[in-house]
C-alpha cells in the first residue's frame, strides 16, 4: 500500500524556519518525482516544488531563494526547507509523487497524494 506521511508543519513566526518531511512507504523513490502542494483556505491547491528522480528541481515563483526541496531516495523521504517565511506561506503543505522522472507543476500529474500538514506563519 502505498503512502505518503508528511511531518513538520506548526506555527512559526515571520522570518522564521520550518522543515517538512515526506515519508514514503509502498514504493521506493527511485524513478519517481516527488513535489510539494499547498492550499490556503479559499483558495485553489498550487504548485510549491518539485524535484525530479535525477535530483532537478523546480519552484513556483513565490518561493524561489526561500524554499529547498531535497530527497534522500536511502531513506525514501523528501523534504522541504522553508526559510524566510511569510504570512502568505500559511496553508496545508501537501507531498506528492508520481511515476515518472520528471517534475508535473499540476495537480492532475501526481497520483499520490499525501494527508497534509498544516504551516501558519503568523506573529
Known amino acids: 500500500q502505498v503512502r505518503l506521511v508528511e511531518s513538520g508543519g506548526g506555527l512559526v513566526q515571520p522570518g522564521g524556519s520550518l522543515r517538512l518531511s515526506c515519508e514514503a512507504s509502498g514504493f521506493t523513490l527511485e524513478g519517481y518525482a516527488m513535489g510539494w502542494f499547498r492550499q490556503a483556505p479559499g483558495k485553489e491547491r498550487e504548485f510549491v516544488a518539485g524535484?525530479?528522480?535525477?535530483?532537478?528541481?523546480v519552484y513556483t515563483d513565490a518561493v524561489k531563494g526561500r524554499f529547498t526541496i531535497s530527497r534522500d531516495n536511502a531513506k525514501n523521504t523528501v523534504y522541504l526547507q522553508m526559510n524566510s517565511l511569510k504570512p502568505e506561506d500559511t496553508a496545508v503543505y501537501y507531498c506528492v509523487a508520481r511515476r515518472t522522472g520528471s517534475v508535473a507543476t499540476v495537480p492532475g500529474g501526481y497520483y499520490y497524494w499525501g494527508q497534509g500538514t498544516q504551516v501558519t506563519v503568523s506573529s
Open positions: 524535484i525530479s528522480s535525477d535530483g532537478g528541481t
